[in-house]
């Protein structure tokens, strides 16, 4: 069984430019999550859907975050115009159903300049 | 929201030896997965285990959810167990919330 995938795997950036992330979920899969990690800490959720619709966004900062999963399979995640502070590393994560074992990609790694 | 402190922060260890790892949570959950982050950040899921114990290979997992705790086993430690290891908890319609981690580092 393939694993969740995302690209980049690292990105470079300066402050108030735009960034993408991609993910790919566990074929099957109906829940999928975003999280973001900052360096010595534990994943955070940033938001969660169930197949194309959003489930929680609470903690999403969505005057410069979105992010979408139009098909319900694999979503984007956006930022624009970034800042400093969003330097982190970005999980994407899936289960089959809401509640179930989260698998989670390898992320990527997000440096601002 | 629910409270998830992970004990100790950070622990050295002999090649060989057995350590054992702590997550307390608190509220009720119905969700708890224990996962290893490695040196190259990825994170691997060990047990999805909301209550019992479970077993693979040199790990273990104790929950014992009416007292809000889980415990991780590890023996015969290898330095490929060196990374950060999890404790992520789900309260009943809640998302996973994880600890701060245990940091451990295994020499040769």
């Known amino acids: 069984e393939a694993g969740v995938a995302q690209s980049p795997r690292y990105k470079i950036i300066e402050k108030r430019q735009s960034v993408a992330f991609w993910c790919n979920p566990i074929?099957?899969?109906?829940?999928l999550y975003w999280y973001q990690q900052i360096l010595g800490q534990g994943p955070k959720l940033l938001i969660q859907?169930?197949?194309?619709?959003?489930?929680?966004d609470s903690q999403l900062p969505k005057d410069r975050f979105s992010a979408e999963r139009l098909k319900g399979v694999d979503s984007t995640l956006k930022i624009q115009p970034a800042k400093l502070e969003d330097s982190a590393v970005y999980l994407c994560?899936?289960?089959?159903?809401?509640?179930?074992?989260?698998?989670f990609g390898d992320g990527t790694r997000l440096s601002i300049l | 929201g629910i409270q998830v402190e992970q004990s100790p922060p950070d622990l050295i260890l002999q090649e060989g030896a057995n350590s054992t790892l702590r997550c307390n949570f608190s509220?009720?959950?119905?969700?708890l997965q224990w996962f290893h982050q490695n040196p190259w950040g990825q994170l691997i899921n060990l047990f999805y285990i909301p209550s019992g114990t479970k077993q693979n290979g040199r790990l273990s997992a104790t929950t014992v959810a009416t007292e809000r705790y889980s415990l991780l086993y590890i023996s015969s430690s290898q330095t490929t167990d060196s990374g950060v290891y999890f404790c992520?908890?789900?309260?009943?319609?809640?998302?996973?919330?994880f600890g701060g981690g245990t940091r451990v580092l295994v020499k040769p």
């Open positions: 074929s099957g899969h109906a829940t």
């Open positions: 859907f169930q197949n194309n619709g959003v489930v929680d």
């Open positions: 992520a908890v789900r309260p009943a319609g809640n998302k996973l919330t």
């Open positions: 994560a899936s289960s089959f159903d809401r509640g179930q074992p989260q698998h």
């Open positions: 509220d009720s959950v119905n969700n």
